[in-house]
């Protein structure tokens, strides 16, 4: 595998549901992200881990938990979740403190919450 | 607070047709600025990324240039193919950190 990747690629859940989405970057970055895409707005930060060390959450609801056990791994965790959080998710990696900080990114996991 | 606003929202060309994408954002205390193509139901995929040192980038049939100042910066595609068919997204960062802040998006189509 190269790159990052992610899966699911697709998933459906209910919304008493709990599943969970992975991020995995070849790239051996050391920041990682998850960003949020729905219809007709912009992506969304959702999270941001430098080092394992979560440095931003920017105002996500409780319903999505996130875990980054070591710099290469990336989880959501998904509970409860409402049809509104319907959406491509898109988890990305970078090199921090480098030259330029380009991101890369996963081919996403759309989700439907029915 | 960073924003990012990418005009027009959507453009329709004929193929062989060479075009201007626009990304204007408001802080322009940057160290890059990033330009994306996404196909529908996709991630996305990284065309060009300029340093603010730079003033301009390349690749192939794309040129992507930077103008602090002005807090602007345009993608610029050569002799467009239907295969140019995609979302083009523009990407600059919150403040002096790592994290991007996102247009919405040029949907360009080229049509053969």
């Known amino acids: 595998e190269t790159g990052v990747t992610q899966t699911p690629r697709h998933l459906v859940m209910g919304m008493t549901n709990k599943k969970s989405l992975k991020c995995e970057q070849h790239?051996?970055?050391?920041?990682m992200y998850w960003y949020k895409q729905s219809a007709k707005k912009p992506l969304e930060l959702m999270f941001v881990y430098n080092f394992k060390e979560q440095t931003e959450n920017n105002s996500v609801p409780s319903r999505f938990s996130p875990e980054c056990p070591n710099s290469s791994h990336l989880f959501l965790h998904l509970h409860t979740l409402q049809p509104e959080d319907s959406a491509l998710y898109l988890c990305a990696s970078s090199q921090i403190w480098s030259e330029t900080y380009e991101q890369y990114f996963g081919p996403g996991t759309r989700l439907t919450v029915t | 607070k960073q924003e990012v606003t990418q005009i027009p929202a959507a453009l329709s060309v004929p193929e062989g047709e060479n075009l201007v994408l626009n990304c204007s954002f408001t802080?322009?205390?940057?160290?890059?600025l990033q330009w994306f193509r996404q196909d529908p139901g996709k991630g996305l995929t990284s065309l060009l990324l300029i340093q603010s040192s730079q003033r301009e980038q390349t690749s192939g049939r794309l040129n992507a240039s930077l103008d602090k100042s002005s807090g602007r910066s345009t993608l610029y595609i050569a002799a467009s193919q239907p295969g140019d068919s995609a979302t083009y997204l523009c990407a600059a960062p919150q403040g002096g950190s790592e994290k991007l802040v996102f247009g919405k998006g040029t949907k360009l189509t080229v049509n053969p």
């Open positions: 802080d322009s205390a940057i160290y890059n």
């Open positions: 790239l051996g970055h050391n920041a």
